[in-house]
């Protein structure tokens, strides 16, 4: 390279660089002006009828207030998972009942949740806004903690025994084996799982933005009570932008969240030779780029990191036993646990002896037409899933073109295009019997075609040429070839789906609209009315019954499926 | 004996309940580690090597009996030990340089020390210049490098070795093992101790001061023994295949219990060449059928006015070619010496070419030599090198010269004088075909 050219380069870096640091710069402003911004809105005295503006231009700041509820949200989430998976993972007495729990939990339909959670919180915070707020942070909570905490769990478990024993033999404190072994390992699977966990968020998030409990109406500003408002109020110019505004939100988080974070855990893989295509992002580039940031990090997070790590290597070293104090903690945890569950189990035992043997009877029937239409679903969702998702697995020109598209639909939550699809529906004069499925469905698909696209991907290229060789029939491939080959992504893709459409039945079999309530008959309509109603003896016992169902099929179906997905249909080596 | 570093007092490893149900891995044994030592752990797969080395560093509890180290009972991993692992260990994660940090970042050492004795460790394994490179980024043999240099910063009393060079290919493992070896011999590793865990025979002898085999099913200490070989060792050094061979018997026959062979202290590599010319030799068959094919030495030389001296070498190349039998004295006539001595010339030579083959190491060792160069040519240097370890100066020449009067009556190869080397001409084709079996 000539001098001239040499220079070039580096004035066109420099000029770059500065450029990124204001830019930078600009959006650690922005972020604390909106962090102002929004802690003025939750201190503020409860609005209990807030009117939801349907202006294009609350757009911008409703957005804002969804996107922190799912931020905060988020974060407690990922503190909440790593806790829990640390200690799930290397506390062998709790390991079996912290895993059992997590499995039911991550089972429970969480808008069930939805009046006690909010009742709670608003007993809690009467005057002030933020216990409605707070409320719909812990359920977001509830529906996206789960699987981070299992997937954080299962990372601990499966990290290499060779590089354990390295972190032991050279003695590594429990800061540096966290930050250098553990946290590391599990990145990958924490960055996925934050994306399923989070576009789950969204659901919840639109879905407790605007609801009734009774004579009380609680409504949050955002795009989710956005949406929901327009519906209500059948104008269609607002529901085009709610859901340009929704599209836009995801895109953005898309560019500059997952796919920075993506590239960056690539890092994390843990592979021996370097992979040929590795994910990019251009974010992510200019982050690295940013002397600022570069400088940020020199003087703020490493030498906090050596200092403390400095601490916890020499804590170690002298370690005393304070397997006392342990065993008193233990006892107190212990002791408070049961005391809450107990009055729990004490209050439903209470409750539930107010409700009639008619109302049993109805709750049980509901709950059989619910699972129906969950049935029928996962019937419709896989009869046009599978053979799409198996075409774009093959075709990888196919794949380009149609896996982003079908990404940014799965994203949308259906929880907020509910409202404009009932409006399409009342407009075509369908009622809610089926309506509700078709509802259902929105949320649940996306879970099956994907798993069905990276099933068809990972068929090895050697049995298609089996197929082609020995001529076989287009039934015969697919008895022989695809079928087993998706399988065991099929299984997961409909565990996933069917606990989404039971969550889904609750906002889907009533719905409150253009100040009527539109229902059919289920559980999900069950658990809503019984909300609505206040009545709590109901409301408690239908939501027993969805989780016990739930449970059930789980173990019932789901997992000897899973079982023989692992067992026999493995693609191994 | 110096005090053990480690000693392992009736440490035994089983799994299950006692009883019927109870799977036992490791029978009760004992073990001591001394320092300056390179300790090879052999063993068949699946015979509890591993787990035997973890037990020793404390990485895993022995079901009963006690690791002491210097002494004093030992609970989780000793404080100052290192292992290299067969798959590496490295965090893919980290940079090479913070991969060899990481030991001293939990040692507490700060950030400019660190730096400055990793990087000096990574220059020490020959890694310079990749500091900044991630471990998918280099070859296996590179990156077990990594692992020595991690090993290696903190300075451990004892390197436990994993079978460190079973994911390697060949090539590199063997180079990686020698440039270990030189580390070691110039004392450029900071260690007192290597204890290294291998399946393979030759990489044990190669290594090793002291070999420990363990038997399998349940794991216990089959032999123990010190390799008196110098370094660096040589493959084909008969007492190298001696002690892979006695180690193959005790790995492949579990019921035996093969003694360790004795070493044959400094015996010479070449018997002494006599220096006796073939001529001679068959002259002295002559005189020996005309007395009856038995005779006594002082009278033989008598008779023929020799000194005893001067005909000793005759009777002594007769002897070595198994022509003649030498006992108390006297000098017998072999058939094969009969056999010879009646052949005509061309029979004579071949039969002469098979002895001299076959008794004369010198002789093969020189036609093998010649064999392996594909232009069938050695210069003079490179015997009298080989030589010079056993024998003068003098005497190396003297050797060489008769070799060559050997060689050149058996056909096996020539000399030229002028050009100083050794040559196998082309003609001789039953020289290659001899050599060859």
């Known amino acids: 390279m000539s001098i001239q050219g040499l220079a070039r380069s580096i004035v066109g870096e420099r000029t770059w660089s500065l450029l990124l640091d204001a830019a930078v710069f600009v959006a650690i402003l922005a972020m604390i002006c909106s962090v102002l911004m929004v802690g003025h809105s939750w201190l503020g005295p409860v609005e209990s009828h807030a009117e939801i503006s349907r202006s294009p231009s609350a757009l911008p700041l409703y957005s804002l207030y969804s996107l922190v509820r799912m931020a905060v949200a988020y974060v407690l989430s990922l503190i909440f998972a790593v806790t829990y998976g640390y200690i799930a993972a290397y506390n062998k007495r709790l390991q079996g009942i912290m895993l059992a729990v997590l499995d039911i939990l991550q089972s429970i339909p969480v808008l069930s949740f939805l009046p006690g959670v909010m009742l709670a919180m608003v007993a809690l915070f009467p005057t002030r806004q933020v216990g409605v707020e707070i409320g719909s942070i812990v359920l977001i909570f509830t529906g996206q903690v789960w699987n981070m905490a299992f997937s954080f769990y299962a990372s601990l478990k499966a990290i290499p025994k060779e590089l354990r024993e390295a972190s032991r033999v050279y003695r590594f404190g429990w800061l540096q084996r966290f930050l250098q072994l553990e946290l590391p390992y599990a990145t990958i699977g924490l960055v996925w799982n934050s994306m399923v966990s989070v576009a789950g968020g969204w659901f919840f998030l639109m879905a407790c933005e605007m609801f009734q409990l009774g004579q009380r109406d609680f409504r949050l500003p955002g795009l989710g009570s956005y949406l929901q408002s327009a519906a209500s109020a059948g104008d269609t110019g607002a529901i085009l932008w709610g859901l340009a505004a929704m599209i836009a939100v995801i895109i953005l988080l898309d560019q500059f969240v997952w796919r ?103 709750t049980i029937e509901s709950a059989g037409a619910t699972f129906a239409r969950v049935l029928v679903a996962l019937v419709i969702a896989s009869l046009w899933t599978i053979p799409a998702g198996v075409a774009i697995g093959f075709s990888p020109r196919l794949a380009r073109v149609a896996q982003p598209l079908a990404q940014i639909a799965a994203s949308v939550p259906a929880t907020a295009l509910f409202p404009v699809v009932l409006l399409g529906l009342l407009r075509l004069g369908g009622g809610l019997t089926a309506g509700s499925v078709l509802l259902m469905l929105l949320g649940t698909q996306w879970y099956i075609l994907f798993n069905v696209i990276a099933g068809a991907t990972a068929i090895p290229s050697e049995f298609h040429e089996v197929a082609e060789i020995f001529r076989f029939s287009r039934l015969d491939r697919w008895r022989t070839v695809i079928l087993p080959g998706i399988f065991p992504y099929l299984v997961t893709g409909l565990v996933t789906a069917s606990g989404g459409a039971w969550n889904a039945s609750i906002v889907a079999e009533y719905f409150h609209f253009q100040g009527k309530v539109l229902q059919t008959f289920g559980l999900g309509a069950e658990i809503s009315s019984a909300t609505d109603a206040g009545n709590y003896s109901v409301l408690l016992l239908s939501t027993v019954v969805m989780a016990t169902l739930v449970v059930t099929v789980n173990r019932m179906l789901w997992r000897p499926l899973y079982r023989l997905a692992e067992s026999r249909y493995k693609l191994e080596g | 004996m110096a005090e053990p570093l480690i000693e392992a007092r009736k440490v035994e490893k089983f799994y299950g309940v006692t009883g019927d149900n109870r799977i036992q891995v490791i029978a009760p044994l004992d073990l001591c580690i001394y320092p300056g030592e390179i300790l090879a752990l052999l063993g068949p797969s699946g015979s509890g090597k591993s787990t035997l080395l973890r037990i020793l560093t404390g990485l895993a509890k022995a079901s009963a009996g006690e690791v002491l180290w210097h002494g004093q009972p030992i609970d989780g991993p000793v404080p100052n030990v290192s292992i290299v692992f067969q798959s590496f260990a490295l965090f893919p994660w980290l940079t090479v340089l913070e991969n060899v940090e990481a030991p001293l970042k939990a040692r507490g050492a700060n950030a400019d020390e660190r730096r400055k004795r990793a990087t000096q460790m990574l220059d020490v394994v020959g890694l310079d210049g990749f500091e900044s490179a991630f471990p998918k980024e280099l070859s296996g043999g590179m990156k077990q490098r990594v692992g020595f240099a991690r090993a290696l910063v903190v300075e451990p009393e004892i390197l436990f070795m994993d079978e460190p060079f079973s994911a390697l290919d060949v090539l590199t493992a063997e180079n990686l093992r020698n440039e270990l070896l030189d580390l070691w011999e110039d004392q450029k590793m900071p260690t007192r101790t290597v204890f290294i865990v291998t399946h393979n025979i030759d990489e044990a002898v190669l290594l090793a001061d002291r070999v420990v085999v363990l038997g399998k099913n349940p794991a216990r200490i089959r032999t123990d023994f010190h390799v008196d070989l110098p370094r660096p060792r040589d493959h084909k050094n008969p007492r190298f295949s001696e002690l892979v061979d006695y180690i193959y018997t005790v790995l492949t026959q579990p019921d035996a219990h093969p003694e360790v062979p004795a070493a044959t202290p400094s015996k010479p590599h070449y018997p002494m060449l006599p220096h006796a010319r073939p001529g001679g030799i068959a002259g002295l068959l002559e005189i020996l059928a005309d007395r009856g094919g038995n005779e006594d030495i002082h009278h033989l030389a008598h008779l023929l006015s020799f000194e005893v001296d001067d005909l000793l070498p005759i009777v002594e190349a007769a002897a070595m070619l198994g022509f003649a039998n030498v006992t108390e004295g006297d000098v017998e006539m072999t058939p094969q010496g009969k056999e010879f001595l009646e052949a005509d010339i061309l029979h004579k030579k071949e039969l002469f070419r098979t002895a001299a083959l076959e008794h004369v190491s010198l002789l093969a060792q020189i036609v093998r030599s010649l064999q392996t160069k594909s232009d069938k040519t050695l210069p003079d240097e490179f015997f009298e090198d080989l030589l010079d370890e056993h024998f003068s100066e003098d005497e190396t020449r003297l050797q060489l010269e008769t070799a060559v009067n050997w060689g050149r009556y058996a056909e096996l190869f020539d000399h030229d004088a002028r050009g100083e080397r050794f040559f196998i001409p082309e003609e001789s084709a039953v020289a290659e075909t001899i050599a060859a079996r």
């Open chain 1, 260 to 362: 920075p974070a993506i590239a960056w855990s690539e890092k994390f893989k843990f592979e021996q030779v370097e992979a040929t295509a590795a994910p990019e992002s251009w974010v992510l580039n200019m982050l690295r780029k940013s002397p600022l940031l570069t400088r940020l990090q020199e003087m703020t997070l490493t030498p906090l990191e050596e200092k403390l790590c400095a601490r916890t290597a020499a804590a170690e070293m002298s370690q005393t036993n304070g397997s006392a104090g342990k065993v008193v903690l233990a006892v107190i945890i212990a002791t408070t646990f049961a005391t809450v569950i107990g009055y729990g189990v004490f209050e439903a035992a209470n409750t539930l002896r107010g409700v009639s043997g008619a109302a049993l009877v109805t």
